[in-house]
């Protein structure tokens, strides 16, 4: 089983659409979540930690299930820029990064 | 903002060649990284640093790598002799702490490192 696993995608979707992106993990001892979004041959930008309580962050919410080892990102009106492929990243305590393959989203006009 | 930098943004080498990929994380960071993304697949963790010795790395990281901190600001990885497969774009990465649930790392903007 692989360690992170994300919705295969490609997600098209037309402006102000919600989009909802899925995440698995393996590890039960991981420790930290996050989301993270990668443009086109650019590096992997902080997107939004994930909390055990869920959060959010203007149109971005995040939830967390950790009896289900399940993660998942939500989008609200989304907006052209918004398209990128949305990487789910976990971490075992204070170690390296664990990153899922990503799912691409494409907002279309 | 305070952000990563990395040296070169491309780098292109003959299969058998020693490159060095060179990278600042930002200032007050105690932790740095090293990962790669071959094109078309995923980011993958190759080994991380804190006070000055390796403190983790993955099977990728095997004896043809190298990683030093030669001075306060810069941050190295070594690959000794190149092979075609190491062909990715080389991401480092730094944190101000690690240990804690919330260790965000920051990026910088890669090597593209082409092997031919």
């Known amino acids: 089983r692989k360690e992170v696993e994300q919705d295969p995608g490609p997600f098209n979707v037309p402006e102000g659409a919600t989009v909802a992106f899925n995440c698995t993990y393996s590890?039960?001892?991981?420790?930290?979540f996050f989301w993270y979004r990668q443009d086109c041959r650019k590096e992997p930008k902080l997107l939004m930690s994930?909390?055990?309580s869920g959060n959010e962050d203007g149109r971005f919410t995040a939830q967390l299930n950790r009896a289900s080892q399940y993660i998942s990102l939500l989008i609200r009106d989304s907006k052209l820029s918004d398209s990128a492929t949305y990487l789910c990243?976990?971490?075992?305590?204070?170690?390296?990064?664990?990153f899922g393959p990503g799912t691409r989203l494409s907002v279309l006009p | 903002e305070p952000e990563v930098t990395q040296t070169p943004s491309h780098q292109v080498t003959q299969m058998g060649q020693e490159v060095i990929l060179r990278c600042v994380p930002i200032?007050?960071?105690?932790?740095f990284y090293w990962y790669r993304q071959i094109l078309g697949q995923k980011v993958e963790f190759l080994v991380s640093?804190?006070?000055?010795?390796?403190?983790?790395k993955s099977e990728i990281f095997d004896d043809q790598f190298s990683v030093e901190r030669p001075d306060g600001s810069n941050f190295t990885l070594k690959i000794r002799s190149t092979k075609l497969e190491d062909s990715a774009m080389y991401f480092c990465?730094?944190?101000?702490?690690?240990?804690?649930?919330?260790?965000?790392?920051?990026f910088g903007p890669g090597t593209r490192l082409t092997v031919l």
């Open positions: 990465a730094s944190s101000e702490q690690a240990g804690l649930s919330y260790n965000e790392q920051f």
């Open positions: 590890n039960s001892a991981s420790q930290s």
């Open positions: 200032s007050n960071h105690l932790y």
């Open positions: 990243v976990v971490a075992n305590y204070g170690q390296n990064f664990v």
């Open positions: 994930v909390y055990s």
């Open positions: 640093f804190y006070n000055n010795e390796i403190s983790e």
